[in-house]
Protein backbone atom coordinates (compact mmCIF):
# COMPACT_ATOMS: atom_id res chain seq x y z
CA UNK A 1 0.00 0.00 0.00
CA UNK A 2 1.42 3.26 -1.32
CA UNK A 3 2.10 6.09 0.98
CA UNK A 4 -0.99 8.61 1.21
CA UNK A 5 0.21 12.59 1.11
CA UNK A 6 -1.61 15.22 1.49
CA UNK A 7 -0.28 18.82 -0.62
CA UNK A 8 -1.88 21.89 0.74
CA UNK A 9 -0.89 25.36 -0.96
CA UNK A 10 -3.30 27.98 -2.76
CA UNK A 11 -1.19 28.29 -5.82
CA UNK A 12 -2.13 25.62 -8.87
CA UNK A 13 1.36 26.32 -9.97
CA UNK A 14 2.91 25.09 -6.75
CA UNK A 15 0.39 21.68 -6.27
CA UNK A 16 1.64 20.75 -10.24
CA UNK A 17 5.32 20.84 -8.89
CA UNK A 18 4.85 19.05 -5.93
CA UNK A 19 2.89 16.38 -8.11
CA UNK A 20 5.59 16.05 -10.82
CA UNK A 21 9.05 16.17 -8.04
CA UNK A 22 6.61 13.46 -5.75
CA UNK A 23 4.88 11.00 -9.15
CA UNK A 24 1.74 9.55 -8.30
CA UNK A 25 3.52 5.71 -8.57
CA UNK A 26 5.43 6.37 -5.56
CA UNK A 27 2.83 8.02 -3.52
CA UNK A 28 -1.08 8.35 -3.41
CA UNK A 29 -1.77 11.98 -4.02
CA UNK A 30 -3.82 14.21 -2.48
CA UNK A 31 -4.52 18.34 -2.89
CA UNK A 32 -5.91 20.71 -1.42
CA UNK A 33 -6.17 24.99 -2.11
CA UNK A 34 -7.41 26.38 1.59
CA UNK A 35 -7.08 25.83 5.27
CA UNK A 36 -10.70 24.55 5.57
CA UNK A 37 -10.06 21.68 2.61
CA UNK A 38 -7.04 20.24 4.42
CA UNK A 39 -8.91 19.76 7.57
CA UNK A 40 -11.58 18.54 6.09
CA UNK A 41 -9.75 16.14 3.94
CA UNK A 42 -7.12 15.12 6.88
CA UNK A 43 -10.00 13.79 8.84
CA UNK A 44 -11.27 11.56 6.09
CA UNK A 45 -7.88 10.40 4.49
CA UNK A 46 -5.78 10.05 8.00
CA UNK A 47 -2.70 10.70 5.67
CA UNK A 48 1.38 9.73 6.23
CA UNK A 49 2.60 13.28 5.68
CA UNK A 50 1.15 16.52 5.28
CA UNK A 51 3.41 19.35 2.71
CA UNK A 52 1.77 22.29 3.89
CA UNK A 53 2.21 25.88 2.64
CA UNK A 54 2.58 28.56 5.40
CA UNK A 55 1.48 31.61 3.36
CA UNK A 56 -2.23 31.24 2.66
CA UNK A 57 -5.29 33.76 2.25
CA UNK A 58 -7.61 33.33 5.39
CA UNK A 59 -6.68 30.10 7.16
CA UNK A 60 -2.87 30.14 7.10
CA UNK A 61 -0.18 26.99 7.43
CA UNK A 62 0.31 28.02 10.95
CA UNK A 63 -3.08 27.84 12.00
CA UNK A 64 -3.96 24.74 9.94
CA UNK A 65 -1.32 22.81 12.10
CA UNK A 66 -2.67 24.22 15.27
CA UNK A 67 -5.65 22.82 14.09
CA UNK A 68 -4.49 19.30 13.79
CA UNK A 69 -2.26 19.25 16.91
CA UNK A 70 -5.49 19.90 19.01
CA UNK A 71 -7.19 17.10 16.72
CA UNK A 72 -6.82 13.70 18.57
CA UNK A 73 -7.11 11.94 15.75
CA UNK A 74 -4.26 14.18 13.63
CA UNK A 75 -2.11 14.92 16.83
CA UNK A 76 1.00 12.66 15.85
CA UNK A 77 0.37 13.09 12.08
CA UNK A 78 3.38 14.42 10.26
CA UNK A 79 3.41 17.74 9.20
CA UNK A 80 6.17 19.45 6.88
CA UNK A 81 6.21 23.29 6.02
CA UNK A 82 6.92 24.30 2.57
CA UNK A 83 8.04 28.36 3.05
CA UNK A 84 9.75 31.00 1.47
CA UNK A 85 10.22 32.96 4.88
CA UNK A 86 13.85 31.81 6.26
CA UNK A 87 13.96 34.13 9.73
CA UNK A 88 14.02 32.47 13.49
CA UNK A 89 10.98 34.06 14.06
CA UNK A 90 8.88 31.99 11.19
CA UNK A 91 10.77 28.84 11.97
CA UNK A 92 9.92 29.20 15.85
CA UNK A 93 6.26 29.88 15.38
CA UNK A 94 6.40 26.82 13.13
CA UNK A 95 7.84 24.78 16.30
CA UNK A 96 5.36 26.22 18.61
CA UNK A 97 2.87 25.20 16.01
CA UNK A 98 4.33 21.46 15.92
CA UNK A 99 5.22 21.58 12.60
CA UNK A 100 8.26 18.50 12.43
CA UNK A 101 10.15 19.59 9.97
CA UNK A 102 10.70 22.98 7.50
CA UNK A 103 11.81 22.81 3.79
CA UNK A 104 12.36 26.49 2.39
CA UNK A 105 11.14 27.38 -1.00
CA UNK A 106 13.03 27.47 -3.75
CA UNK A 107 13.87 23.71 -2.45
CA UNK A 108 16.33 21.01 -4.06
CA UNK A 109 13.69 17.88 -5.66
CA UNK A 110 16.44 15.40 -4.10
CA UNK A 111 16.53 16.65 -0.97
CA UNK A 112 12.46 17.24 -0.98
CA UNK A 113 12.32 13.18 -2.25
CA UNK A 114 14.55 12.59 0.23
CA UNK A 115 12.73 14.23 3.55
CA UNK A 116 9.76 13.14 2.27
CA UNK A 117 10.64 9.39 1.99
CA UNK A 118 12.23 9.43 5.48
CA UNK A 119 8.92 10.75 6.96
CA UNK A 120 6.86 8.81 5.86
CA UNK A 121 9.02 5.38 6.81
CA UNK A 122 9.15 6.39 10.05
CA UNK A 123 5.68 7.06 10.04
CA UNK A 124 4.83 3.96 9.12
CA UNK A 125 8.07 2.01 11.67
CA UNK A 126 6.01 4.75 14.35
CA UNK A 127 2.55 3.18 13.79
CA UNK A 128 3.62 -0.28 13.59
CA UNK A 129 5.52 0.09 16.83
CA UNK A 130 2.47 1.11 18.60
CA UNK A 131 0.35 -0.88 17.26
CA UNK A 132 2.69 -3.68 18.23
CA UNK A 133 2.72 -2.72 21.82
CA UNK A 134 -0.98 -2.16 21.83
CA UNK A 135 -1.14 -5.85 20.67
CA UNK A 136 1.64 -7.02 23.16
CA UNK A 137 -0.53 -4.78 25.90
CA UNK A 138 -3.75 -6.47 25.33
CA UNK A 139 -2.39 -9.71 24.64
CA UNK A 140 -0.42 -9.55 28.29
CA UNK A 141 -4.24 -8.66 29.99
CA UNK A 142 -6.26 -11.17 27.74
CA UNK A 143 -8.60 -13.34 30.15
CA UNK A 144 -8.01 -16.18 27.46
CA UNK A 145 -4.84 -18.09 27.86
CA UNK A 146 -2.87 -17.62 24.79
CA UNK A 147 0.49 -18.54 22.87
CA UNK A 148 1.74 -18.46 19.94
CA UNK A 149 3.91 -21.50 18.78
CA UNK A 150 6.63 -21.98 15.59
CA UNK A 151 6.30 -25.10 13.44
CA UNK A 152 9.29 -26.52 15.33
CA UNK A 153 7.34 -26.02 18.46
CA UNK A 154 8.94 -23.23 20.24
CA UNK A 155 6.74 -21.06 21.96
CA UNK A 156 7.13 -17.19 20.99
CA UNK A 157 5.08 -15.94 23.73
CA UNK A 158 2.83 -16.93 26.62
CA UNK A 159 0.58 -14.55 28.14
CA UNK A 160 0.02 -14.48 31.83
CA UNK A 161 -3.32 -16.26 31.98
CA UNK A 162 -1.42 -19.19 30.12
CA UNK A 163 1.13 -19.17 32.57
CA UNK A 164 -1.23 -18.95 35.58
CA UNK A 165 -3.65 -22.07 33.96
CA UNK A 166 -0.17 -24.09 33.52
CA UNK A 167 1.67 -22.87 36.56
CA UNK A 168 -1.55 -24.03 38.51
CA UNK A 169 -1.17 -27.78 37.09
CA UNK A 170 2.66 -27.96 37.70
CA UNK A 171 3.67 -26.90 33.93
CA UNK A 172 5.86 -24.30 33.60
CA UNK A 173 6.04 -22.66 29.96
CA UNK A 174 8.09 -20.28 28.98
CA UNK A 175 8.66 -17.92 25.76
CA UNK A 176 11.54 -19.91 23.65
CA UNK A 177 11.21 -22.54 25.34
CA UNK A 178 10.43 -25.59 23.61
CA UNK A 179 7.05 -27.49 23.89
CA UNK A 180 8.25 -30.99 24.54
CA UNK A 181 10.56 -29.18 27.40
CA UNK A 182 7.24 -27.90 29.18
CA UNK A 183 4.26 -30.19 28.36
CA UNK A 184 3.88 -34.02 28.83
CA UNK A 185 4.01 -35.88 25.74
CA UNK A 186 0.34 -36.34 25.16
CA UNK A 187 -0.86 -33.00 25.10
CA UNK A 188 2.81 -32.38 23.55
CA UNK A 189 1.53 -34.70 20.44
CA UNK A 190 -1.58 -33.48 20.15
CA UNK A 191 -0.73 -29.70 20.31
CA UNK A 192 1.69 -30.40 18.20
CA UNK A 193 -0.04 -31.87 15.50
CA UNK A 194 -2.60 -28.84 15.56
CA UNK A 195 0.43 -27.04 15.12
CA UNK A 196 1.00 -28.59 11.93
CA UNK A 197 -2.34 -28.41 10.75
CA UNK A 198 -2.84 -24.89 10.90
CA UNK A 199 0.72 -23.73 9.58
CA UNK A 200 0.28 -26.01 6.83
CA UNK A 201 -2.75 -24.21 5.55
CA UNK A 202 -5.26 -27.19 6.27
CA UNK A 203 -8.64 -26.45 7.43
CA UNK A 204 -8.67 -25.53 11.08
CA UNK A 205 -8.68 -28.22 13.08
CA UNK A 206 -11.30 -29.47 15.78
CA UNK A 207 -11.09 -28.42 19.38
CA UNK A 208 -9.23 -30.95 21.71
CA UNK A 209 -9.13 -31.38 25.17
CA UNK A 210 -5.78 -32.13 26.87
CA UNK A 211 -5.49 -32.85 30.69
CA UNK A 212 -2.58 -31.53 32.77
CA UNK A 213 -1.58 -32.49 36.45
CA UNK A 214 -3.19 -35.10 38.80
CA UNK A 215 -5.34 -35.40 40.88
CA UNK A 216 -5.59 -32.23 42.95
CA UNK A 217 -3.78 -30.43 40.56
CA UNK A 218 -5.78 -31.50 37.46
CA UNK A 219 -6.68 -28.87 34.78
CA UNK A 220 -8.66 -30.14 31.88
CA UNK A 221 -8.36 -27.44 28.78
CA UNK A 222 -10.04 -27.32 25.74
CA UNK A 223 -7.52 -26.15 23.39
CA UNK A 224 -8.31 -24.33 19.57
CA UNK A 225 -5.89 -23.30 17.12
CA UNK A 226 -5.59 -20.47 14.34
CA UNK A 227 -2.60 -19.38 12.06
CA UNK A 228 -1.00 -15.78 12.23
CA UNK A 229 0.94 -14.94 9.26
CA UNK A 230 4.47 -13.24 9.83
CA UNK A 231 7.09 -12.18 7.60
CA UNK A 232 9.45 -14.32 9.66
CA UNK A 233 7.47 -17.30 9.62
CA UNK A 234 3.74 -17.91 10.26
CA UNK A 235 3.07 -19.05 14.13
CA UNK A 236 0.00 -21.26 15.39
CA UNK A 237 -2.39 -18.93 18.09
CA UNK A 238 -3.25 -21.49 20.54
CA UNK A 239 -5.85 -21.11 22.54
CA UNK A 240 -6.41 -22.49 25.76
CA UNK A 241 -10.01 -22.50 28.06
CA UNK A 242 -10.29 -24.12 31.40
CA UNK A 243 -12.72 -26.42 31.59
CA UNK A 244 -11.91 -28.66 34.57
CA UNK A 245 -14.78 -27.42 36.85
CA UNK A 246 -17.79 -28.59 33.75
CA UNK A 247 -15.71 -32.00 33.55
CA UNK A 248 -15.70 -32.42 37.56
CA UNK A 249 -19.29 -31.18 37.61
CA UNK A 250 -20.17 -34.02 34.48
CA UNK A 251 -17.88 -36.53 36.61
CA UNK A 252 -19.95 -35.78 39.56
CA UNK A 253 -23.55 -36.71 37.64
CA UNK A 254 -22.42 -39.80 35.88
CA UNK A 255 -21.78 -40.63 39.17
CA UNK A 256 -24.69 -39.71 40.52
CA UNK A 257 -26.66 -41.47 37.79
CA UNK A 258 -24.66 -44.71 37.83
CA UNK A 259 -25.32 -44.76 41.79
CA UNK A 260 -28.83 -43.50 40.75
CA UNK A 261 -29.55 -46.41 38.44
CA UNK A 262 -28.16 -49.24 40.60
CA UNK A 263 -30.77 -48.05 43.66
CA UNK A 264 -33.43 -48.27 40.52
CA UNK A 265 -32.40 -51.60 39.61
CA UNK A 266 -32.19 -52.70 43.65
CA UNK A 267 -35.64 -51.09 44.19
CA UNK A 268 -37.19 -52.41 40.73
CA UNK A 269 -36.02 -56.01 42.34
CA UNK A 270 -37.44 -55.00 45.39
CA UNK A 271 -41.13 -53.98 43.67
CA UNK A 272 -41.10 -57.56 41.85
CA UNK A 273 -40.55 -59.50 44.91
CA UNK A 274 -43.15 -57.83 46.46
CA UNK A 275 -45.60 -57.90 43.64
CA UNK A 276 -45.05 -61.81 43.09
CA UNK A 277 -45.64 -62.40 47.12
CA UNK A 278 -49.23 -59.99 46.76
CA UNK A 279 -49.62 -62.08 43.80
CA UNK A 280 -48.65 -64.95 45.64
CA UNK A 281 -50.68 -64.12 48.56
CA UNK A 282 -54.13 -63.10 46.33
CA UNK A 283 -54.04 -66.73 44.73
CA UNK A 284 -53.71 -67.81 48.13
CA UNK A 285 -56.69 -65.74 49.32
CA UNK A 286 -58.67 -66.58 46.33
CA UNK A 287 -58.16 -70.59 46.90
CA UNK A 288 -59.23 -70.02 50.26
CA UNK A 289 -62.36 -68.17 49.41
CA UNK A 290 -62.90 -70.60 47.15
CA UNK A 291 -63.30 -73.68 49.25
CA UNK A 292 -66.38 -72.88 51.58
CA UNK A 293 -67.84 -70.84 48.70
CA UNK A 294 -68.01 -74.40 46.91
CA UNK A 295 -69.42 -76.03 49.63
CA UNK A 296 -72.38 -73.14 50.00
CA UNK A 297 -72.51 -73.27 45.94
CA UNK A 298 -73.34 -77.30 46.21
CA UNK A 299 -75.91 -77.40 49.06
CA UNK A 300 -77.61 -74.31 47.25
CA UNK A 301 -77.76 -76.11 43.91
CA UNK A 302 -78.98 -79.36 46.21
CA UNK A 303 -81.84 -77.35 47.15
CA UNK A 304 -82.60 -76.01 43.90
CA UNK A 305 -82.30 -78.95 41.85
CA UNK A 306 -83.04 -82.22 44.56
CA UNK A 307 -85.85 -83.57 45.69
CA UNK A 308 -87.04 -81.94 48.70
CA UNK A 309 -90.21 -80.45 48.63
CA UNK A 310 -90.12 -76.56 48.61
CA UNK A 311 -92.70 -73.62 48.31
CA UNK A 312 -92.55 -71.21 45.66
CA UNK A 313 -91.12 -68.30 47.62
CA UNK A 314 -88.64 -70.42 49.40
CA UNK A 315 -87.18 -71.87 45.74
CA UNK A 316 -87.04 -68.32 44.94
CA UNK A 317 -84.77 -67.68 47.32
CA UNK A 318 -82.53 -70.45 47.18
CA UNK A 319 -82.35 -69.21 43.56
CA UNK A 320 -81.17 -66.05 44.26
CA UNK A 321 -78.10 -67.13 46.76
CA UNK A 322 -77.09 -69.61 44.22
CA UNK A 323 -77.00 -66.54 41.93
CA UNK A 324 -75.17 -64.31 44.69
CA UNK A 325 -72.69 -67.67 45.17
CA UNK A 326 -72.34 -67.89 41.27
CA UNK A 327 -71.19 -63.95 40.92
CA UNK A 328 -68.86 -64.13 44.10
CA UNK A 329 -67.20 -67.00 42.37
CA UNK A 330 -66.86 -64.60 39.07
CA UNK A 331 -65.48 -61.52 41.76
CA UNK A 332 -62.87 -63.86 42.78
CA UNK A 333 -61.77 -65.20 38.98
CA UNK A 334 -61.82 -61.19 38.42
CA UNK A 335 -60.26 -59.93 41.29
CA UNK A 336 -56.97 -62.70 40.79
CA UNK A 337 -56.80 -61.55 37.12
CA UNK A 338 -57.12 -57.60 38.30
CA UNK A 339 -54.34 -58.37 40.22
CA UNK A 340 -51.99 -59.97 37.23
CA UNK A 341 -52.63 -57.08 35.27
CA UNK A 342 -51.85 -54.36 37.63
CA UNK A 343 -48.47 -56.09 38.72
CA UNK A 344 -47.60 -56.65 34.72
CA UNK A 345 -48.37 -52.80 33.66
CA UNK A 346 -50.33 -54.95 30.88
CA UNK A 347 -51.95 -53.12 27.98
CA UNK A 348 -54.47 -54.48 25.58
CA UNK A 349 -53.89 -54.36 21.80
CA UNK A 350 -57.16 -54.12 21.16
CA UNK A 351 -60.52 -51.98 22.24
CA UNK A 352 -62.74 -53.74 24.09
CA UNK A 353 -66.56 -53.34 23.26
CA UNK A 354 -68.10 -52.65 27.10
CA UNK A 355 -71.62 -53.31 26.16
CA UNK A 356 -71.94 -57.00 26.74
CA UNK A 357 -69.87 -56.68 30.38
CA UNK A 358 -71.69 -54.28 31.13
CA UNK A 359 -75.36 -55.88 30.42
CA UNK A 360 -74.70 -59.32 31.61
CA UNK A 361 -73.71 -57.75 35.44
CA UNK A 362 -76.64 -54.89 34.92
CA UNK A 363 -79.05 -58.11 35.02
CA UNK A 364 -76.89 -59.90 37.27
CA UNK A 365 -76.71 -56.69 39.88
CA UNK A 366 -81.28 -56.61 39.17
CA UNK A 367 -81.83 -59.52 39.77
CA UNK A 368 -80.88 -59.66 43.30
CA UNK A 369 -82.25 -56.28 44.05
CA UNK A 370 -85.94 -56.28 46.22
CA UNK A 371 -88.95 -55.27 44.79
CA UNK A 372 -89.30 -52.44 42.80
CA UNK A 373 -87.10 -54.05 40.06
CA UNK A 374 -84.81 -50.85 39.41
CA UNK A 375 -84.81 -49.67 35.32
CA UNK A 376 -81.47 -49.66 34.05
CA UNK A 377 -80.91 -47.87 30.72
CA UNK A 378 -77.71 -48.58 29.04
CA UNK A 379 -77.07 -46.38 25.89
CA UNK A 380 -74.73 -47.58 22.81
CA UNK A 381 -70.79 -47.23 24.49
CA UNK A 382 -67.90 -46.45 22.36
CA UNK A 383 -65.07 -49.07 22.67
CA UNK A 384 -62.30 -48.66 25.43
CA UNK A 385 -58.71 -50.06 25.97
CA UNK A 386 -59.14 -52.34 28.81
CA UNK A 387 -59.85 -55.85 29.97
CA UNK A 388 -63.46 -57.57 30.34
CA UNK A 389 -62.16 -58.31 33.65
CA UNK A 390 -61.57 -54.81 34.45
CA UNK A 391 -64.49 -53.31 32.73
CA UNK A 392 -66.23 -55.56 34.86
CA UNK A 393 -64.56 -54.35 38.33
CA UNK A 394 -65.09 -50.83 37.71
CA UNK A 395 -68.71 -50.72 36.48
CA UNK A 396 -69.57 -53.66 39.35
CA UNK A 397 -68.93 -51.39 41.91
CA UNK A 398 -70.53 -48.28 40.18
CA UNK A 399 -73.82 -49.69 39.08
CA UNK A 400 -74.25 -51.69 42.72
CA UNK A 401 -73.63 -48.07 44.15
CA UNK A 402 -76.07 -46.63 41.96
CA UNK A 403 -78.78 -49.42 43.27
CA UNK A 404 -77.74 -49.19 46.55
CA UNK A 405 -77.52 -45.34 47.24
CA UNK A 406 -81.50 -45.13 44.88
CA UNK A 407 -82.59 -48.06 46.49
CA UNK A 408 -85.90 -46.19 48.87
CA UNK A 409 -86.74 -44.23 45.40
CA UNK A 410 -90.65 -45.64 44.35
CA UNK A 411 -88.46 -46.22 41.06
CA UNK A 412 -85.02 -46.63 40.84
CA UNK A 413 -83.15 -45.43 38.17
CA UNK A 414 -79.34 -46.14 36.68
CA UNK A 415 -78.23 -44.86 33.01
CA UNK A 416 -75.31 -45.53 31.24
CA UNK A 417 -73.98 -43.86 28.58
CA UNK A 418 -70.92 -42.17 27.14
CA UNK A 419 -69.77 -38.24 26.63
CA UNK A 420 -66.56 -37.42 24.24
CA UNK A 421 -64.36 -35.13 25.57
CA UNK A 422 -60.98 -33.89 24.55
CA UNK A 423 -59.15 -36.97 26.11
CA UNK A 424 -61.53 -39.46 24.53
CA UNK A 425 -64.77 -40.75 25.06
CA UNK A 426 -65.93 -40.84 28.93
CA UNK A 427 -68.08 -43.44 29.82
CA UNK A 428 -70.90 -42.15 32.82
CA UNK A 429 -72.95 -44.40 35.34
CA UNK A 430 -76.14 -42.29 36.55
CA UNK A 431 -78.49 -42.94 38.92
CA UNK A 432 -81.61 -41.04 40.58
CA UNK A 433 -80.22 -41.68 44.46
CA UNK A 434 -79.56 -39.05 47.66
CA UNK A 435 -76.62 -37.69 46.06
CA UNK A 436 -73.93 -35.94 48.33
CA UNK A 437 -72.11 -32.61 48.42
CA UNK A 438 -69.36 -31.67 45.98
CA UNK A 439 -67.13 -31.04 48.70
CA UNK A 440 -67.33 -34.50 49.73
CA UNK A 441 -66.39 -36.14 46.53
CA UNK A 442 -62.22 -36.24 47.36
CA UNK A 443 -63.89 -38.48 50.20
CA UNK A 444 -65.63 -41.08 47.94
CA UNK A 445 -62.23 -42.55 47.01
CA UNK A 446 -60.01 -42.90 50.15
CA UNK A 447 -60.27 -46.09 51.56
CA UNK A 448 -62.28 -46.63 54.48
CA UNK A 449 -64.14 -42.84 54.10
CA UNK A 450 -68.05 -42.57 54.42
CA UNK A 451 -69.81 -39.72 53.16
CA UNK A 452 -72.85 -38.48 55.69
CA UNK A 453 -75.81 -39.69 53.23
CA UNK A 454 -74.40 -43.16 53.19
CA UNK A 455 -75.33 -43.66 56.91
CA UNK A 456 -77.85 -46.51 57.31
CA UNK A 457 -76.49 -48.08 53.92
CA UNK A 458 -74.45 -51.41 54.49
CA UNK A 459 -70.47 -51.16 53.09
CA UNK A 460 -66.58 -50.26 54.99
CA UNK A 461 -65.99 -47.52 51.91
CA UNK A 462 -63.64 -49.37 50.42
CA UNK A 463 -64.95 -50.31 47.26
CA UNK A 464 -64.69 -46.95 45.43
CA UNK A 465 -60.68 -46.32 46.68
CA UNK A 466 -60.21 -49.85 44.93
CA UNK A 467 -61.74 -49.00 41.75
CA UNK A 468 -59.75 -45.82 41.71
CA UNK A 469 -56.80 -47.22 42.16
CA UNK A 470 -56.94 -49.70 39.07
CA UNK A 471 -57.28 -46.92 36.84
CA UNK A 472 -54.49 -45.17 37.99
CA UNK A 473 -52.87 -48.59 37.30
CA UNK A 474 -54.34 -48.52 34.39
CA UNK A 475 -53.07 -44.89 33.22
CA UNK A 476 -56.61 -43.81 33.38
CA UNK A 477 -59.20 -41.71 35.82
CA UNK A 478 -62.79 -42.01 37.84
CA UNK A 479 -64.34 -38.97 38.79
CA UNK A 480 -68.03 -37.65 40.18
CA UNK A 481 -70.34 -34.74 40.21
CA UNK A 482 -73.78 -34.76 42.25
CA UNK A 483 -75.92 -32.71 44.77
CA UNK A 484 -77.64 -33.68 47.61
CA UNK A 485 -80.99 -35.32 46.54
CA UNK A 486 -80.61 -35.47 43.02
CA UNK A 487 -78.75 -38.69 42.47
CA UNK A 488 -74.65 -38.68 41.44
CA UNK A 489 -72.83 -39.20 38.31
CA UNK A 490 -69.83 -41.17 38.06
CA UNK A 491 -67.25 -40.68 34.85
CA UNK A 492 -64.39 -42.80 33.92
CA UNK A 493 -61.69 -42.51 31.23
CA UNK A 494 -60.04 -45.45 29.93
CA UNK A 495 -56.56 -44.80 28.66
CA UNK A 496 -53.81 -47.60 27.05
CA UNK A 497 -50.88 -45.52 27.65
CA UNK A 498 -49.36 -43.45 30.73
CA UNK A 499 -50.64 -39.62 31.24
CA UNK A 500 -47.91 -37.19 30.12
CA UNK A 501 -49.41 -34.42 32.36
Known amino acids: ?96 CGADDFISKPFSHEELRARVRTITRLNRYRI ?19 MTVRADGLLVEVNARAEALFLSSGAQPRAE ?7 PAEATALIARMVEKTLVGEAVPEPAVITLGREETERVMNVRAACLRERDGDL ?3 QLDDITA ?33 LSYAAFVSHDLRSPLSAVKGYLSFLDTGPLP ?75 PASPALVERVFYNLVANALKFSADRAQPRVEIGA ?54 AHHGRIWAESRPGEGATFFVHFCNTPSTS
Open 419 to 472: LESAEGPVIYVKDNGVGFDEPEAAKLFQEFSRLSSADGTEGVGLGLSLVSRLMR
Open 236 to 238: AVI
Open 1 to 96: MKPCLLLVDDHDANLATLEAILGETDYELHTAKDGHRACELAVILRPDLVLLDVMMPGMDGYEVCRHFRATPALASMPVVMLTALNDKASRLEGIR
Open 310 to 384: MSSEVKTCVGGALGAANMMEEMITNILQLAKEEHAASTVDEPLDPRPVIDKLCWKLAALCPKPRPEIVVHALPPV
Open 246 to 278: EVKARRVVENMNRELETRVQARTRELEAANQLL
Open 128 to 146: IAEQRARFEHLFGLSPAAI
Open 177 to 183: RVLSDVL
